[in-house]
T-cell receptor, first 109, second 115 residues
Framework: DAKTTQPPSMDCAEGRAANLPCNHSTISGNEYVYWYRQIHSQGPQYIIHGLKNNETNEMASLIITEDRKSSTLILPHATLRDTAVYYCIVRSNDYKLSFGAGTTVTVRA | KAGVTQTPRYLIKTRGQQVTLSCSPISGHRSVSWYQQTPGQGLQFLFEYFSETQRNKGNFPGRFSGRQFSNSRSEMNVSTLELGDSALYLC??????????????FGPGTRLTVT
């Protein structure tokens, strides 16, 4: 299974863009990158996924490098409610989602 | 549309006992996956059920089992509880299963404490 590496924590100012990096250097050609987040005491919440192309939805944008070895999740205008643990996951060919330690994002007023 | 519900939300058991947790998926969703979350190991996949059949299984001992009913509701059972089983147990549902559907919707979890 492709593993992901994320910084353990990062701070972001409210109203600014938050850029969350993720390395997945062993990703194979047909493995998708997923992002979920988990707000304290709640179950994880799906954010976005992608394979090769950049993706955008109402929550975030996902930028995947051309070699697919890394990606960046962008929260365009962070709010206090975006404070959470963010997980970058590569879905393996056996379809098991392996959540790592994630990045704890703290949005400050 | 109602979200994924899990019951009970909190549970305290003693070592050696067994426990059954319940999950009701979002209406129309046929896949239910179970995860265990602990501070040390993070979120780990237990198993996935689709149309009453187990389709995928994580690396957990046989004490952990599950089933799915015809209405897609699912239960997981842990027998002979150990202290290390103390965790947040999360259930997630998806429309057609992890092999097809990209989004999983998680419930709030059941907090199990084993003493």
């Amino acid at each position: 299974d492709a593993k992901t590496t994320q910084p353990p924590s990062m701070d972001c100012a409210e109203g600014r863009a938050a850029n969350l990096p993720c390395n997945h250097s062993t990703i194979s050609g047909n493995e998708y990158v997923y992002w979920y987040r988990q707000i304290h005491s709640q179950g994880p919440q799906y954010i976005i996924h992608g394979l090769k192309n950049n993706e955008t939805n109402e929550m975030a944008s996902l930028i995947i490098t051309e070699d697919r070895k890394s990606s960046t999740l962008i929260l365009p205008h962070a709010t206090l409610r975006d404070t959470a643990v963010y997980y970058c996951i590569v879905r393996s060919n056996d379809y098991k989602l392996s959540f790592g330690a994630g990045t704890t994002v703290t949005v400050r007023a | 549309k109602a979200g994924v519900t899990q019951t009970p939300r909190y549970l305290i058991k003693t070592r050696g006992q067994q426990v059954t947790l319940s999950c009701s998926p979002i209406s129309g969703h046929r896949s239910v996956s179970w995860y265990q979350q602990t501070p040390g190991q993070g979120l780990q996949f237990l198993f996935e059920y689709f149309s009453e059949t187990q389709r995928n299984k994580g690396n957990f001992p046989g004490r952990f089992s599950g089933r799915q009913f015809s209405n897609s509701r699912s239960e997981m059972n842990v027998s002979t509880l150990e202290l290390g089983d103390s965790a947040l147990y999360l259930c997630a549902s998806s429309l057609r299963g992890q092999a097809v559907t990209y989004e999983q919707y998680f419930g709030p979890g059941t907090r199990l404490t084993v003493t």
